[in-house]
């Protein structure tokens, strides 16, 4: 296979990839593209224990959003179970959910807890989550089903 033909395919692959999340919701921290996470592997977070960036070539889509994988065998066990491994509260920021709020979710701002994935917005935002991690999850589960489906910026004129 010439370069040009891989690189065409890749563009095809691309186009498709978008085309198809673009109608990704606001119940899912996704990119313009439909892009979640921000290309990393939500399954390495359990199998590796740190966030690794994923292959545009290894997809899945899950809610309307495209997750990317850094191997086979990571897209394979999320096909067959995604919601043990997508973030909790569609990759919004843990603690923002707990206050009624979506901030976009670092995916290198992480914690797996009770087997979850949670992301946080920013370093200090992190470290005041985990001040009480059982009660603001609490409080992120009790507001989620309020606030899932509103655009984050309604929710910050409120």
């Known amino acids: 296979m010439s370069n040009f033909t891989s690189f065409l395919g890749g563009i095809a692959v691309s186009v498709a990839l978008a085309t198809s999340a673009l109608a990704a919701g606001v119940d899912v921290n996704a990119s313009s593209t439909g892009l979640a996470m921000q290309g990393y592997d939500p399954v390495a977070y359990f199998t590796d224990g740190a966030p690794t960036k994923g292959d545009y070539q290894l997809t ?74 059982p009660g603001f999850i609490a409080d992120a589960d009790s507001k989620w089903g309020d606030i899932a489906d509103v655009e984050p910026a309604v929710l910050l004129e409120q």
Request: glycine letters at 6%.
């Open 60 to 133: 899945a889509v899950y809610n309307d959003a495209t997750y990317w994988f850094s191997s086979e065998d990571n897209k394979a066990a999320f096909e067959a179970n995604p919601e043990a491994y997508a973030p909790a509260y569609g990759g919004y920021c843990a603690f923002g959910t707990a206050m009624g709020f979506k901030f976009d979710g670092d995916p290198t701002l992480w914690k797996i807890v009770d087997e979850k994935l949670y992301l946080n917005l920013s370093p200090s935002i992190q470290e005041r989550w985990a001040t009480n991690i």
